[in-house]
């Protein structure tokens, strides 16, 4: 049971540990996510975040420019490492055909908020202000309640959500952050689909002996 | 076979650029004309009778592919396709006993032959128990297309009679997966399915066929192009990567390669083995990567990890550079990483970058295939004389010397007239020239069969590395037979993994399969039994496993058995079960007791193995007998 004669490093190495993919620090990443628009492609995309251990934060879908490829874009947290790498599982995948990390800067990042507020006469207007303070935009009145739409980061989102939150948010629902890379870069569509046809070709049926 | 796969790539119309050799590259090939013209008039003669259906439209793909045997089960939906396979004679097809059996004997099959392994189930519970042999081969890169049926379009999501949703089921255990509804895809998915499952990194397919679309009318071809934009392995490693590997290589003093599946699967042993000697680096190999090199070469040093020799360990630790070739640093080889090689730069080869960076940082990443980044290595790297490296060979011989004395095996307990598993490893690799396709099922077998057999042919040691699945032995050792007639073919399985699809044995029989079972009966699950002894204090529970009458068992399969209770009746045995025409078991009663020994506990690191427990000698006396009709009184008095 005793562990006998442990194999014994040179001693100047003792102290050296090796780096463990995934351990470092973790922060706040964008990744777009060019797909094939087919049905179960977000299914298998999440099945593939989830079974890899990432937990996405945020999850937005829709087609590009080409309505035969969908655009996913996935906010998640993790160290550098752990996301290149999962970059790289979703590239394992047939039907992704592009994925980018987008950069901290050079990048311009929006979400829509629908969000139902209690508003009782008294305070209705002070809840407009805000709202004008804002520039969101009010879609319904009610008797009880308002309807705001509200665009913009994240952040910006979410303290207009906590000043409304003293007011009583009813319901409300965010679509998750899209992105774009500013300035005349992009992502080159036709370049990839370009890539295929390839020919289809078999190899010879092989014999079985030497 | 290497000199088969040359002479095929000899056709190739490829003048000027490398040979690729790889079973998973894409290749231009001639069709075999004999074949399409007996095909051709075969559907000529069906289209008189009846309408060309989906069913049709499947077999002439899985033919065009160059398919030659399926196994399978049959079921309610999937009988459209049994329906037609009479006209399908080059389709040979195999009824396993459980579905499980097909796809592992699929899985050995494609490992032992380099071919695409089919196999076949119907919808529901012949879908389900497809599944752990598809996650088999997914954590070890097999090619495989696995075929299910399923219910008619209509019924989708009704949860109708044996309804499952299988492809969300093989999601995430397949390189891809389809749901053909409509026959007019067939042609083009099959076509899709099997370039996905053996090109760059190889790995299941799965395609599940609705009833409806195997039985609609179809005219669709196989067709010419195939369009999967976002599939696109990359092949050959960044000219500049390969310079800096070449660098760290020509300036390393201790360097060694560790060897994984991948070179198999590229068919790369003749390079490896070139790079090697030019460069004077020793070999080192992953389970999966055992036949990667002869093992009688000078510079094979041995099976690294955790049942790995101590010798190779330490001479990893003490690495100032490793060369990983298509292995991709698991768990059960590295130990804990933080303390895994802490001296050494790492250059890491693989044809899957998402294997690059995922268990160990890499200093210099290749991604391409093994075999074409090897043989842009051998070009950069310079010849390194012997002589240079003579202060390291000798300690690593050293190291070797040690290692092996202090073994059991190297102790020689097996004299003293106990039967050791090591020493009918050992024996069954000398008897079998070691070149036989032997198949290890899943527990201290396994280790000792890849410690001690001796392999020498790439190819020829087949076994669950990834997914440990016990059961793999006896069905893929089918398939291996059928892919590689040619050879010898051993099933080495333990008598826990054997039971656990023991069915297969009439499929032997009856199919004229000539495996022949090497049976390693200690009537325990002996790694469990080891583990619970060495990191369980000792508290047994479920590794006693009484065992069936084995004789009894085969006899009324129909098969013959040797029995070897001591170390002289081995070879007899083996000769017997050698000299039998048709599948055969010998049966070996082996130490109870036998620790796969060096160890490293989980969670520890490759310089904390467990190497002799004070056990180089075997206990003094056996254990008594243990059978099912047997005393069962002593359970828990083992040690």
């Known amino acids: ?210 | 076979m290497t000199t088969e796969k040359i002479k095929d790539t000899a056709a190739m119309p490829q003048a000027g650029a490398p040979p690729r050799r790889g079973r998973h590259l894409p290749r231009s090939t001639e069709t075999d004309a004999v074949e399409r013209a007996r095909a051709d008039m075969l559907r000529e003669a069906r289209v008189s009778t009846r309408d060309r259906i989906g069913a049709d439209a499947l077999c002439e793909a899985l033919i065009h592919q160059g398919v030659d045997v399926i196994f399978g089960y049959p079921g309610g939906v999937i009988l459209p396709l049994y329906d037609v396979w009479a006209d399908y004679p080059e389709l040979r097809t195999i009824l396993v006993r459980h579905e499980q059996g097909a796809a592992h004997a699929a899985d050995g099959y494609a490992r032992a032959s380099g071919r695409v392994g089919v196999c076949l189930g119907t919808s529901g519970p012949g879908a389900t128990n497809l599944v752990t042999g598809i996650a088999t081969a997914q954590l070890d890169s097999v090619p495989m297309v696995a075929l299910t049926g399923n219910v008619p379009g209509a019924l989708l999501g009704k949860d109708a009679f044996q309804e499952i949703d299988i492809s969300g089921i093989t999601l995430p255990m397949t390189k891809h997966n389809y749901l053909v509804r409509d026959a007019d895809d067939i042609p083009r998915i099959v076509a899709e399915a099997f370039h996905i499952a053996r090109t760059g990194r190889p790995g299941p397919v799965h395609i599940d066929f609705t009833k409806d679309a195997l039985t609609a009318e179809t005219q669709a071809q196989n067709p010419t192009t195939l369009n999967l934009p976002g599939f696109k392995p990359r092949f050959d490693g960044h000219p500049r990567q390969v310079k800096l590997a070449a660098k760290a290589i020509a300036e390393a003093e201790r360097p060694v390669i560790l060897a994984g599946h991948g070179v198999l699967i590229a068919d790369a042993s003749d390079e490896l083995t070139e790079l090697a000697h030019k460069a004077q680096i020793p070999v080192t190999w992953t389970l999966l990567g055992v036949g990667d090199i002869d093992e009688s070469d000078p510079l094979a040093y041995g099976y690294m990890g955790m049942h790995g020799w101590k010798h190779v360990n330490k001479a990893i630790q003490s690495a100032d550079l490793l060369i990983a070739l298509g292995m991709r640093f698991d768990d059960r080889v590295t130990g804990s990483v933080s303390t895994y090689a802490p001296d050494a730069q790492i250059i890491h080869v693989d044809i899957d970058p998402s294997e690059i960076g995922k268990n160990v940082a890499v200093d210099i990443p290749i991604v391409g295939d093994v075999g074409n980044v090897l043989r842009a290595l051998i070009k950069a790297v310079p010849e390194v004389a012997p002589d240079r490296r003579t202060a390291y060979f000798d300690e690593l011989a050293e190291w070797r010397k040690d290692s092996e004395a202090i073994s059991w095996h190297g102790s020689g307990g097996w004299k003293e007239g106990l039967l050791t598993a090591d020493y009918v490893m050992q024996r069954l690799g000398e008897m079998t020239d070691h070149d036989a396709t032997v198949v290890a099922d899943v527990g201290q077998h396994q280790m000792w069969l890849a410690r001690y057999y001796g392999f020498r042919r790439p190819d020829s040691h087949l076994s669950s590395g990834g997914l440990g699945t016990m059961g793999y032995g006896l069905p893929a050792a089918m398939g291996a037979a059928l892919g590689r007639p040619d050879k010898e073919t051993w099933a080495v399985v333990g008598d826990g993994g054997l039971q656990m699809t023991i069915q297969e044995m009439l499929t032997t029989v009856v199919d004229r399969i000539p495996v022949k079972i090497c049976l390693m009966d200690n009537k325990k699950l002996g790694m469990i039994r080891q583990w619970q002894e060495i990191v369980y204090g000792g508290n047994y529970h479920s590794s006693d496993l009484p065992a069936p009458q084995w004789d009894k068992l085969a006899e009324a399969y129909g098969m013959p058995t040797f029995k070897a209770s001591s170390p002289e009746q081995v070879d007899d045995a083996i000769r017997a079960a050698q000299a039998h025409d048709g599948p055969a078991l010998v049966w070996c009663e082996t130490q109870q007791t036998q620790n796969v020994l060096p160890m490293m506990p989980a969670g520890k690191g490759l310089s904390d193995l467990i190497d002799d427990m004070g056990q180089d000698k075997p206990p003094a006396e056996a254990e008594p007998e243990r059978t099912a009709a047997g005393d069962a009184a002593d359970t828990g008095e083992d040690r």
């Open chain 1, 1 to 210: 049971m005793a562990m006998n004669d442990p194999i014994s490093a040179p001693a100047k190495h003792a102290a050296k540990a090796r780096y463990v993919p995934g351990s470092g620090q973790t922060h706040r990443h964008v990744l777009v996510v060019l797909v094939n628009n087919q049905p179960g492609v977000l299914n298998r995309v999440s099945s593939m975040v989830r079974s890899r251990n990432f937990n996405i934060e945020s999850l937005a879908v829709g087609h590009t420019e080409r309505p035969d490829i969908s655009r996913m874009t996935v906010t998640l947290r993790g160290d550098d490492f752990a996301v290149e790498q999962m970059g790289k599982q979703l590239y394992r995948l047939v039907d992704v055909l592009k994925v980018q990390d987008l950069p901290e800067s050079g990048v311009v990042e929006h979400e829509l908020a629908l969000i139902k507020v209690r508003a009782t006469e008294s305070k209705r207007s002070e809840i407009l202000r805000i709202i004008e303070l804002y520039k969101g935009r009010v879609l319904d009145v009610g008797p009880e309640t308002v309807i705001i739409e509200h665009s913009g980061t994240e952040q910006e989102i979410d303290s207009l959500v906590a000043l409304l939150g003293g007011f009583g948010i009813k319901e409300m629902v965010r679509t998750g952050t899209i992105a774009l890379g500013r300035g005349s870069g992009a992502i080159d569509l036709d370049a990839i689909l370009r890539a295929g046809p390839e020919p289809a070709v078999v190899p010879a049926r092989q014999t079985s002996t030497e």
